[in-house]
């Protein structure tokens, strides 16, 4: 009856997407994980890693900003604590290139991936909030933390 109940309050938030209301990124987060717990979701959080978050972020950035120590000591701490890469390629799926370029810009995004746990998360979040929702690196940030439940 619960999931009933459930269902039928996110389908009501869905039907009022419709008439052009920005939800904030809070709630369609939380709309994410109540359709997980309701086995909606066929993907468990918890899948094999993939790529490093170290070699992800260091390919991404590219050879002139991953090629100092310091460059890379920099992404080696953003990375501890970030499971895999999926989190890195999701968030760039949405972002031009020039967001996450250079050291800096690939710290920041590193970090805000760290705690997030279902990456998928991002994509649903992304894809509700529409392409210029989650298309400049302070807003896919803001989208991964809220996701990492920061």
Known sequence: MLK???????????????????RPVWQIVDEFFALQELNFMDKHPCRPVGQSCFRTACESVGTFECDENDEMDRLRRACRGVWGSECINISKKYLNRFE?????????????????????CISYTCDKLGSFGCDNLSEIIYVNKVCAGN
């Open 100 to 120: 996450y370029d250079n050291n800096r810009e690939m710290v920041q995004l590193v970090n805000s991936c760290r705690g997030v746990i279902a990456p998928d």
């Open 4 to 22: 009933l109940i459930i269902l039928i309050f996110f389908s009501v938030l869905s039907l009022s997407s419709f008439a052009n209301e920005q």
